[in-house]
């Protein structure tokens, strides 16, 4: 006589029940189906008028049957902590004239907080409610944590969740990571001479230029009211030049969040975030999330632009075919990274070769920091990959012969100028595709 067999998916959430046909009619078919369910342990979420019919269908021959009879509870998931602030947590483009000019003096960059004033206020996490599943085991709920920004020193939070500023200065908000209230120091005059290097771990406003061999880094937000002439900056936050930055060839500035100024002449920047510039980037190399120009006359010439997102200018190159590079879809950030750690791995392996005493320690630790370095290669194709399904870099005036495009692998240099297009990676074709803009 054959058996009813009953089922149980792998996280025991259904259960299955298969009967197979028999000759000759058997009364005691639906108390077998009932013996095959208490042997499974299925005692939970049993579909009872399903139950019924396939108890009143078998006890007549019947052809093989297969239904699902019962299904668990799903687990309800909570709601994690939430951190909503009383100010806007991004950057202000600026104000915009009726020539579509940008005002960057506009861009509310940095928000100042008064003592006692209410920033922001902490949700706590909800807990989710368990589940059950066809056994009537209990199947628990996701954890959910706190908002995982953390308060500095400068605010306090009360029983109610709400967030004040426990002095007067700047508010210094890195969105899922940070919330402060840190003191702004102002410099009256260049970073020069007179006053040498500039460094603060809280936001810094210089009303003058960095001048030539002269560093300013700072752990928050940077203005300069005036250019960075051939000057160096570290920003853990947000930059705003309202004039140019005039760099060496290779002088790198750095940048955490957002970066905006004028135009930039020569040297290297890397910005965490966006940059945008209001007239023309000329032999620099850029990389950042995002490239943007605020003004439909701004340009690009003799750059290269790694963009981890997208790049919009409205002209690039000249017709004397001047070297511009565009590349979207790479994130150059873990890129330097993995590059790191490869050099680091070498120098290690010189060290062993020339016989230091720490021969067998070097090794080992060059074994992990390779092995962490090929492990990153592979996050780093994947990380890539989702990138170049949306990656654009559209051009509203005119793009000149000679610019090279690059999307992950796929490289095209221009043979002549196009106007107003929009490129992308042609993910079927693996090519790169173009798109006519609008006016």
């Known amino acids: 006589m054959a058996g009813i067999e009953v089922e149980l998916s792998e996280d025991g959430m259904q259960a299955l029940v298969r009967i197979p046909s028999e ?47 019962a299904r668990g509870r799903e687990a309800r998931p909570g709601l994690p902590g939430v951190l909503i602030t009383a100010f806007a947590p991004f950057l202000a483009v600026g104000v915009t004239d009726d020539y579509d000019r940008v005002d960057f003096h506009q861009r509310k960059l940095l928000i100042q907080g008064r003592k006692g004033e209410i920033l922001a206020r902490r949700y706590a996490p909800r807990p989710g409610s368990p589940g059950r599943d066809v056994r009537d085991r209990v199947v628990e709920a996701e954890t959910v944590g706190e908002h995982r920004t953390v308060l500095g020193p400068g605010v306090e939070i009360d029983e109610e969740g709400f967030v004040r500023a426990r002095r007067a200065g700047v508010v210094h908000h890195r969105p899922g990571e940070q919330l402060d209230v840190i003191e702004l120091y102002e410099h009256r005059g260049d970073v020069g001479p007179e006053s040498g290097n500039l460094t603060s771990g809280g936001s810094l406003v210089v009303y003058g230029d960095i001048l030539a061999g002269f560093r300013v880094a700072v752990g928050g937000d940077l203005v300069v009211q005036g250019n960075v002439d051939q000057g160096t900056f570290r920003a853990g936050g947000n930059v705003e030049v309202t004039q140019a930055i005039i760099g060496e060839p290779k002088e790198l500035n750095r940048c955490g969040v957002d970066l905006c100024c004028k135009r930039v002449q020569g040297g290297v920047l890397q910005i965490v975030g966006s940059f945008l510039f209001d007239r023309e980037v000329i032999n620099a190399e850029l990389r950042a999330r995002r490239v943007d120009c605020s ?38 950030r873990l890129e330097e990274r993995i590059r790191r750690l490869e050099a680091t791995t070498a120098s290690r ?90 006016r």
């Open 23 to 69: 000759d000759a009619a058997d009364p005691s078919r639906p108390e077998r189906l009932r013996a095959a369910l208490r042997d499974a342990g299925v005692s939970n979420g049993i579909d009872e008028d399903l139950l019924h019919r396939l108890e009143s269908a078998i006890r007549e021959p019947c052809f093989f049957i297969e239904k699902v009879i």
């Open 295 to 332: 003004s439909p006359r701004g340009r690009l010439l003799g750059s290269g632009v790694i963009a981890t997102e997208s790049i919009r200018i409205p002209n690039v190159g000249t017709d004397a075919g001047s070297s511009v590079r565009l590349e979207v879809g790479a994130d150059w």
């Open 349 to 438: 392996g010189r060290s062993r070769r020339s016989g230091s005493d720490a021969r067998a320690r070097t090794g080992r630790r060059k074994g992990k920091v390779g092995d962490e370095a090929r492990r990153l290669r592979i996050e780093l194709r994947r990380r890539n990959a989702r990138l170049l399904e949306n990656a654009i870099i559209e051009v509203p005036g005119t793009i000149h012969a000679g610019t090279t495009l690059v999307f992950g692998g796929v490289e095209e240099t221009l043979e002549e100028n196009e106007t107003r297009v929009r490129f992308r990676l042609d993910a079927e074709t693996g090519l790169i595709a173009r798109e006519a803009m609008k």
